[in-house]
Each structure stands twice: as structure tokens, then as C-alpha cells.
């Protein structure tokens, strides 16, 4: 018998699959199953955080952890199936809080953030040299690579809800944070109406009282009809009371904020029920569907404009032959 005969004649897959540890390499074979799924696999659940748990314990921290020490007083909204910075597989959110007089002082970094104001009065927001005035459903943009601190003047706390792309950083390890060199990058007042960066609740809720239906929906965009970032985006929805949102599943993943109201939501084969001041996640390719017990204003960020780029965005009704690349 040749050696060549030999080698046939003893070799085994089981002896290739442990031989093949010590060059590097892995069978693509024993993996097709879960790289190629037939469905999009997200690693996030859906959740609910209830702010009426949460908010006592923000206060908390506000007490006991100074905003020099600190940099940024922040409860992170972390998905029960993952670490921080995930709150679905592309989305971080986390609710921030600045107490009368205090500055988070200033820094600028590559992630963008949109910042949804839940309550407090004479709070701002610094952005790279323009001063905006926080006001309760504003909805205000801080983009990639702006320096930015907020403060606040007066008593009571201010509170809102940040949403980051800090997950896609994972995958892209091009994140960076620079400090300034003072506490406070020097700016001056705007006028918050106007300010490119700011979406006045007042103008949004207009909006979608005049639209008609039980149902209305509208989305967050620059004034040439743009989204407000490659990568984040979002919109407000208004449901009536006794009535439901549509049905929807689709690749992208989304973050909700209850504005006012209170209902339920069937995420996937689950029901979850919210109030004013909830947020909660709803992670891509679940179904779900909103209903209200009374009129209900949800505000929502999501990762949609950044899947549309990359021509990743698909829903359960789109014709999917319309997605063949030519």
C-alpha cells in the first residue's frame, strides 16, 4: 500500500476539523445554517423600562454622583439580552439628567445623538457654539463631531432621553471623544424655533393632529425633506383612543418614547404594556402593533436611514423580486 493509500485510508472529517484550529481556519460547512439565516436573527429582545421604577433612582444619582465626576449622569436603557451599549442590535438609549446649576462639561464625538426632552424647566444644550433652551417634547439634534455640554438654571432636575449609534462602534472601531479644554464650549443663544437643530413638540403634535385617521405618523427631517443623520432617524405617532397603529415588521430596529398616554404593544408573540414616560424597543423583524387606551403621542428614533443607504431595509409586504440587484 502507497503512503498516499495510507493517508486516505486513516484521515477522517473529525480528524480535518480538529487539524484545521491550528492554521486559523474554521469550516464554513459546520456554520452555513447560522451566518446565512433564513430570517433576520437579531441578538436584543423586546423590552419596556417603566419610568416610574427608573426615575426615582435617576434622582438618586443626582444626589449622590456629582456631574464633575460623572461627565455625563446617565441610566443606560441596556436590552436584557445584551451589555451595555446595546439597546436593540444598532440603537443605545439612556436617560440623562442635569441638576439646577451644574454643567456636563463639554466634549464632541464621532457618534450622533438626538435627544428627546421628558421634563424639567431652564435646561440647554450647548451645540458647537449655539445655546438652545430644552423644552418638554423637543426633540434636539447633537451631530457627529459637534462639541457639547448642557446645563441647567433653576430648581428641579432636567431629564431627557438620549439616542445614540454608540452599537454600530462594535462593529466599527473608528469611535472617538475629545474633550474641550474648559467646561463650557463658548455660545451663543438661539432662537429654538428656528435653530436647524431643534424639532419644537408644538410643531410635531400640529402635525399629526391634522392629520386625519386614528392613526398618523410623521418623521423628524431637515427642511429639504432629508433625514437628520446617515445613520439615525425618527418620527412622532399619534394613535386615538380605543384605536391601533397598523401592523408592521421590518428589518429596522426602533426605540419608543410614551409622551402621553398609556396602552399596550404585541411584540412578537408578547404583549407589553406602557404609560407616559415608558420607553421601550422593539428589535428588527419582530411584528408588532400598537394599540391606546386614550390618545397616545409616542416619539420613536430608529435606524432606518442607515439601512436604507446600505440597502438593508425591508418590510414584510414589500415585493421582495423588487429587491434584485441588477
Known amino acids: 500500500m502507497s503512503s498516499t493509500e495510507q493517508i486516505t485510508t486513516t484521515d477522517s472529517e473529525e480528524k480535518l476539523l480538529a487539524d ?17 439565516p433564513p430570517a433576520p436573527n437579531p441578538t436584543t429582545i423586546p423590552n419596556v423600562w417603566k419610568y416610574k421604577s427608573i426615575r426615582p433612582n435617576l434622582e438618586r444619582a443626582g444626589n449622590l454622583v456629582p456631574a464633575e465626576q460623572a461627565e455625563r449622569r446617565v441610566l443606560m436603557l441596556i436590552n436584557p439580552a445584551r451589555d451595555a451599549p446595546y439597546t436593540t442590535d444598532t440603537l443605545y438609549a439612556g436617560l ?75 462593529h466599527f472601531p473608528v469611535h472617538f471623544v475629545e474633550h474641550f479644554n474648559q467646561p463650557r ?31 398618523a405618523t410623521q418623521r423628524y427631517l431637515k427642511a429639504d425633506g432629508r433625514e437628520v443623520s446617515r445613520v439615525l432617524g425618527g418620527c412622532a405617532e399619534r394613535i386615538s383612543a380605543g384605536s391601533s397603529a397598523p401592523s408592521r415588521r421590518e428589518t429596522t430596529s426602533s426605540v419608543y418614547h410614551v409622551v402621553s398616554g398609556n396602552g399596550r404593544s404585541i411584540i412578537g408573540d408578547a404583549e407589553y404594556e406602557w404609560e407616559a414616560g415608558d420607553t421601550f424597543c422593539i428589535p428588527s423583524w419582530y411584528k408588532y402593533q400598537h394599540f391606546a387606551d386614550e390618545k ?19 418590510s414584510e409586504e414589500m415585493d421582495v423580486e423588487a429587491l434584485v440587484s441588477n
Open 20 to 36: 484545521l484550529a491550528a492554521s486559523k481556519t474554521l469550516p464554513l460547512w459546520k456554520q452555513m445554517a447560522r451566518l446565512n
Open 96 to 170: 440623562q439628567l442635569v441638576m439646577p446649576n451644574e454643567t456636563a462639561r463639554a466634549h464632541r464625538h464621532t457618534a450622533f445623538a438626538m435627544r428627546f426632552i421628558i421634563e424639567g424647566q431652564g435646561g440647554f444644550t450647548a451645540v458647537h457654539g449655539r445655546r438652545i433652551k430644552m423644552q418638554r417634547g423637543d426633540v434636539i439634534l447633537t451631530p457627529t463631531w459637534n462639541y457639547h455640554d448642557h446645563g441647567k438654571d433653576g430648581s428641579g432636575p432636567m431629564v431627557w432621553l438620549d439616542g445614540l449609534d454608540l452599537p454600530n462602534f462594535r
Open 185 to 215: 464650549y463658548p455660545a451663543e443663544d438661539v432662537d429654538s424655533t428656528t435653530s436647524p437643530l431643534v424639532f419644537p413638540w408644538a410643531e410635531m403634535k400640529a402635525r399629526l393632529d391634522s392629520s386625519s385617521g386614528n392613526w
Open 296 to 314: 397616545v403621542y409616542l416619539y420613536r428614533f430608529d435606524d432606518r436611514p442607515m439601512l436604507d443607504a446600505l440597502g438593508f431595509y425591508r
